[in-house]
């Protein structure tokens, strides 16, 4: 294959893969800014110190991808013009990017199982909803009302653990006032029953959650309330967390992947034009004469004509 038809093939594939580069690196951007910028997963992290680290790996790989944004841009660029030096500036950049987003990729790796630890094995979502839900329009009420109802879940590990809870002495409390009749022990917050949403801003309506159909009778079987969420929130909170990690650190692998093979590319290209004979002008008026007289004197330098690139 001759250089001109190599540089071709390579020029080709190293414009298909940037482009490929360049449409990842925008996802990559793009779903990690959103996460940051989502309500939700926000509100969600406020309920320990623990969950903070999960916005590092967002940060690293919004920086990625801004950083593959723009230099993909000068990849394209670099290839399409066969400029060396501009290639070698795609080159250098991705290969640092690559070294990120293997570490962004690990990190999330390791704090995918260390998020499991914290939450799926501790005891963090079950001592927070103890002790700080009140019921009242303050936060961490606001925030587990909104954890129960969007992950259809209740309590930390169980709905039962609002028995226990501080939620549950201020509603006994609050119910009963003349100890007039005797509240149900087994009641939990309207957010713990798929029909919060009908209920949560209706006025003047009479309506609780409860964890069974009936009052609790001691020893016997009481049947659950079918209208309860059944899941503990540390649970859904695991799952939740785990969802969006995955789908980031699989963008993140197909995107390294893609980095290497334009690193390869990229390299192999710049190896060729640097051993590319580049013809001066003298030598360009000496083989035209050659070629008009039919002389039979060979070329000067290795030119025979063909197409040369800066």
């Given at each position: ?286 083989d035209m004469a ?6 039979p004197y060979p ?12």
């Amino acid at each position: 294959m001759r250089t001109d038809q190599k540089l071709f093939c390579l020029k080709s594939s190293l414009v298909v893969f940037i482009v490929f580069l360049w449409l990842f690196g925008a996802i990559l951007f793009g779903v990690p800014l959103w996460l940051l910028l989502d309500y939700w997963s926000n509100e969600y992290l406020l309920v320990d110190q623990e969950l903070q680290r999960y916005l590092i790996i967002l940060y690293v790989l919004i920086v990625v991808g801004a950083i593959i944004l723009i230099f993909g841009i000068v990849g394209l660029i670099g290839a399409l013009t066969t400029n060396k030096g501009v290639l070698i500036v795609f080159v250098v950049m991705i290969s640092f990017v690559s070294v990120m987003t293997a570490g962004g990729f690990v990190f999330g790796f390791i704090y995918r199982e260390d998020l499991k630890d914290t939450i799926g094995r501790g005891e963090i979502i079950t001592h927070y909803i103890r002790e700080k839900y009140t019921g009242e329009r303050d936060r961490p009420t606001q925030i587990i009302d909104l954890m129960q109802s969007e992950l259809n879940c209740c309590g930390g590990e169980h709905f039962t653990d609002y028995t226990q809870s501080n939620w549950m002495s201020l509603a006994s409390n609050s119910d009963n006032p003349d100890n007039s009749e005797s509240p149900r022990k087994d009641q939990t917050p309207l957010s713990c029953c798929n029909d919060y949403e009908r209920y949560q801003n209706a006025q003047g309506t009479n309506y609780n959650c409860y964890m069974y159909k009936g009052p609790v009778t001691e020893g016997s079987k009481n049947e659950v309330n079918p209208k309860i969420h059944r899941t503990g929130c540390k649970h859904a909170l695991v799952d939740f967390f785990d969802n969006y990690i995955g789908v980031v650190v699989g963008i993140a692998v197909t995107l390294l992947t893609l980095q290497l093979i334009c690193v390869i590319i990229g390299s192999i290209l710049i190896h060729i034009l640097r051993n590319l004979f580049v013809p001066q002008p003298d030598d360009i008026v000496y083989d035209m004469a050659r070629k008009q007289e039919k002389s039979p004197y060979p070329s000067r330098g290795g030119y025979s004509g063909g197409t040369y690139y800066n």
